[in-house]
């Protein structure tokens, strides 16, 4: 390390051991001290998804929250370079100015720790890979990111991908690292794929308590060509006054009757195209036999939000479940979980939230076990301050945590970036 | 083409060849092991013919657990193997090696599972693209990639090369419409990742293996995601009187908020090409033809065909026609899809190179490529996907002049250069293999590509499975002047030296 670093290396450190750097090189700088020194380091943004995850015990942290700014927008080349700790506000505010968004439907987590708004950054995004509403039409975060570039835990900058969609050149590194919870790279810089916003959207609303109806009407809309963009089921039970009084005021929209139980369903479009989805939905679906409202723009747009806000389980001291299955087994779970959890269905029958009261891990157990027979994963998204750990936070089997091990072995040997984030020795 | 340099020959395999036939016979049905020349003669190569090596031995398991006993000897013996699929590939990756067994996944060729529930088809790795969308059509579905070999393409190489095709902007490529796959390290460990779930948690293995060309595992199935063959599908085609302006309307049109399903450049050379070869009816005085495809409901297609011929005459178009069916739509597509055989056609030879570039830099690729063809006196015809920005250089040469053969080279290699200085990348779909290899040092610096290694020597320590594809030869880079040797310090420690 040359003097300047060392001098630098002071500089950054707080009191509370969190370094700040400005810049890529700083960043692996610090790195590069912290690998000769055998200590691990906790990455950190705004903070704003920290709490999901496993607690990390760390010698220090490293805030990447100064590497922040949009560095490229090319709007008729569909992407957008950025900063990696650049505020999600920002990205958005960008990109709405050319009628742009990123498709994959960002969720903000701000409102089940808080009650409300707090995105964060587009680095934590990409940490969690965990997208909205309209992933089962447009993929998810991973699936919108074309590259990135960042520090290793040897301290080496390294890039991967580029700014185009097509792009075979090497390993693709930029899914590796979406979703690994900072366990292999600290973003420094990312180039993500955006696309034209949707001129309307309108949302029909479907008031059934049939769950058996429900899951077909899923699988017929995921088998219909009329591009549906989002479809939700929000169930009645559990029955709980204060939960179901909760629902209604956040469902209170003129056009729907926010009592009993329904499924959404997201048309967007222009407005000659969103009529012409309607009448053959309308078909499809048998709409006429059923109790159906409308929303119209203005209510639409908000209930989507209110769905990605994750609103009804705002503030929650208990523990919340993101659960993704083969979406043929919805019946069976939906039997299963009866009335006795709140909770509510998105991607079309695939992803399950699901809220289990405090000092019920066991409860957790039993349904990990279901969803793994079913074929699909679970994980404890947010845990109730009596949890306790009995199990783990996410799902892996023997064989890929071995693969894991090796992999994060090849990008940060020394377990230098949280360690243990995700799983014990990674 | 020219000589090409390969991993060190491992005189001890090839001594030993005898025993590693016996073994292998052994393992897996007697008759699924080749050795006889005539019977290893049709794998001495893939679509990238310049380059042939007869293989030490071939082997062809008819199941996941046969791959695994394969792999499993083969890596106790320090056997090198190069997994092979249809063979279609246009980079060389499937290249056999003198010192490895060739493992070809051609009786995996059975779909197992159709899903409609799911939306997906579990189906071995030796199926055809085309085969998944035979087998779901139907009921009006379809598997979205389309590389233009899907006819013969098996999908476990889709995989490995993680293929697009022309409608990649809109439906993704094939990392972005799997959902699983069971594959096989080269210690023989069986893995399975994802599944008929949306996205997986944890590490995105499945995003890693997609496009790795065989370097890190095996695919024996893959779990394909199906979707609903859109309502409406309609085409423009559209002609300009010069490269700029087609090339602006094309932006346009983008920036205009339109995502086209495909969006399809061909230039003047081109277009006179596939109209001798196909009569397609194209209009053969303009300097550029644009296809634009759009599809959703009936008016959605109608609006956007508007918009977009809005734009095409505001940017000067020549000439525009809109399909009034579908007979005509694929009219429209005849020349495109005959553009190969035509440039075959009319040269001994053609080198089809496969670069990607931002969208609007198009005008200035192509007149760079004009530059360099006459610099090196060789004709050339481009086509792009313009929806993606993939770009294909097609050089016409012949073969038979070692002169010609050797300029078509560095052609080839001056225009993915040209690639990367606009922005872009060195290899859009065809993959890097062992063509491209050597310009990885183009795009990635040392440490960009000693991450890559570690990560191969993470999953296959000894190096076993298809070496010598990808990455750069240490050789040959330090030759070329890419690789800086920095007091006596190796850059690349993983890589095999001669």
Not at chain 1, 77 to 105: G, M, P
Not at chain 1, 116 to 127: D, Q, V
Not at chain 2, 225 to 247: R, S, W
Not at chain 2, 333 to 361: E, N, Q
């Amino acid at each position: 390390m040359s003097i300047e670093e060392k001098k630098n290396f002071q500089i950054f450190q707080d009191s509370n051991k969190t370094y700040y750097p400005e810049n890529e090189v700083q960043v692996s700088s610090i790195v590069k001290e912290l690998y000769q020194k055998n200590l691990s380091t906790e990455l950190i943004g705004t903070g704003t998804k920290s709490f999901i995850g496993n607690k990390i015990q760390s010698a220090s942290k490293l805030s990447l929250s100064k590497l922040s700014g949009i560095v490229e927008y090319l709007p008729g080349e569909l992407y957008i370079k950025i900063h990696a700790n650049t505020s999600l506000e920002i990205i958005e505010r960008e990109l709405e100015k050319n009628n742009q968004e990123l498709a994959f439907e960002p969720i903000d987590f701000g409102f089940i720790e808080t009650g409300k708004s707090n995105k964060g950054t587009i680095a934590g995004y990409i940490s969690c890979n965990f997208a909205g509403s309209r992933r089962f039409k447009v993929g998810s975060v991973r699936d919108h990111i074309l590259g990135f570039r960042g520090v290793n835990g040897k301290g080496d900058i390294i890039k991967s991908g580029g700014t185009v969609v097509k792009n075979v050149t090497g390993y693709d590194l930029s899914k590796l690292v979406t979703g690994s919870f900072g366990t292999l790279v600290a973003l420094t810089e990312v180039v993500l794929k955006v696309l034209p916003k949707k001129k309307l959207s309108n949302t029909i609303t479907i008031h059934t308590e049939d769950k058996k109806l429900v899951n077909a009407l899923f699988e017929k809309i995921s088998s219909s060509s009329s591009e549906i963009s989002g479809a939700v089921y929000i169930p009645e039970e559990p029955q709980d006054e204060s939960y179901i009084f909760n629902k209604e005021m956040i469902f209170k929209f003129n056009d729907l009757n926010s009592k009993g139980s329904f499924l959404a369903l997201r048309i967007e479009g222009d407005k000659i195209s969103i009529k012409e989805r309607i009448n053959a939905l309308t078909d499809e679906l048998e709409l006429n036999k059923l109790k159906t409202s409308m929303l119209d723009v203005h209510q639409s747009v908000p209930f989507w939000k209110k769905i990605n806000n994750l609103e009804l389980f705002a503030e929650t001291r208990n523990n919340l479940l993101r659960v993704v299955i083969p979406p043929s087994k919805g019946n069976e779970l939906m039997q299963k979980l009866g009335n006795k959890y709140k909770y509510y269905i998105d991607w079309c029958g695939s992803l399950y939230w699901i809220e289990v009261q405090s000092k019920k891990s066991m409860k957790i157990v039993e349904i990990k076990k279901l969803i793994k027979e079913m074929g699909g994963y679970l994980t404890i998204i947010k845990t109730s301050p009596d949890y306790d750990f009995e199990e783990t936070i996410f799902t892996v089997d023997d064989i890929r945590l071995l693969i894991s091990e090796k992999i994060k072995e090849s990008f940060d040997p020394k377990r230098i970036f949280n360690p243990g984030k995700m799983y014990r020795g990674i | 083409m020219s000589e090409l340099v390969l991993p060190k020959i491992d005189k001890a395999t090839i001594d030993k060849k005898e025993y590693i036939f016996k073994n292998l016979a052994k393992i897996i049905n007697p008759e699924n092991v080749l050795n006889h020349e005539d019977e290893i003669k049709p794998y001495e190569t893939d679509a990238l013919a310049a380059y042939k090596q007869t293989p030490l031995v071939v082997v062809m398991p008819e199941n996941t657990q046969e791959v695994s006993s394969i792999l499993k000897f083969c890596h106790k013996e320090n056997i090198k193997v190069v997994p092979r699929g249809a063979g279609t590939g246009l980079s060389g990756g499937a290249l056999p090696l003198q010192d490895a067994v060739l493992l070809s996944l051609g009786k995996f060729n059975k779909i197992l599972e159709i899903d409609f529930e799911n939306k997906c088809v579990v189906t071995q790795p030796g199926v055809t693209n085309l085969g998944l969308t035979h087998a779901v059509q139907h009921k009006n579905f379809y598997y979205a990639p389309d590389p233009s070999s899907q006819l013969a393409c098996s999908i476990g190489g889709n995989v490995a090369e993680n293929s697009g095709g022309v409608h990649s902007l809109k439906y993704g490529t094939t990392t972005n419409n799997i959902l699983g796959v069971e594959m096989v390290m080269m210690d023989g460990t069986i893995c399975r990742i994802g599944g008929k779930t949306l996205d997986q948690e944890g590490y995105d293995l499945m995003g890693l293996i997609c496009g790795s060309e065989g370097l890190l595992g095996v695919i024996t199935e893959v779990t394909a995601k199906i979707l609903k063959k859109p309502q409406v599908v309609k085409a423009a085609l559209i002609g300009f009187p010069t490269i700029e302006e087609g090339g602006n309307a094309a932006t346009e049109i983008i920036s205009n908020g339109i995502v086209p399903a495909g969006m399809e450049i061909m230039d003047k050379a081109l277009i006179e090409a596939t109209d001798n070869f196909s009569n397609a009816g194209y209009p053969r005085d303009a300097e550029l033809l644009l296809i634009v495809e759009l599809d959703g409901t009936e008016s959605e297609v109608d609006g956007l065909l508007k918009e977009v011929s809005d734009i095409c005459k505001k940017n000067n178009c020549s000439s525009l026609k809109l399909s009034n069916n579908e007979k005509e739509r694929l009219s429209f597509w005849a020349g495109r899809k005959a553009a190969f055989p035509a440039c075959g056609a009319m040269a001994p030879d053609y080198y089809c190179m496969d670069g990607s570039i931002p969208r609007g830099k198009l005008a200035e690729a192509l007149l760079e490529i004009k530059n360099l063809s006459k610099k090196y006196d060789l004709p050339v015809a481009n086509c792009f996907h313009a929806g993606d920005g993939n770009l294909h250089p097609l050089i016409m040469y012949d073969g038979g002049d070692k002169e010609q053969l050797r300029k078509t080279e560095e052609f080839g290699s001056e225009i993915l250069k040209t690639c990367v200085r606009l922005g872009g990348v060195i290899t859009g779909e065809h993959g890097v293999g062992v063509e491209k290899r050597e310009l990885m040092c183009e795009m990635f610096n040392d440490n960009d590509i000693q991450q890559q290694l570690d990560i191969k020597s993470s999953l296959d320590e000894k190096n076993l499975l298809n070496p010598g594809k990808v990455y750069p030869i240490l050789r040959k880079c330090a030759e070329e002047g890419r690789v800086h040797v920095h007091r006596g310090e190796e850059k690349f420690p993983n890589l095999p030296r001669f």
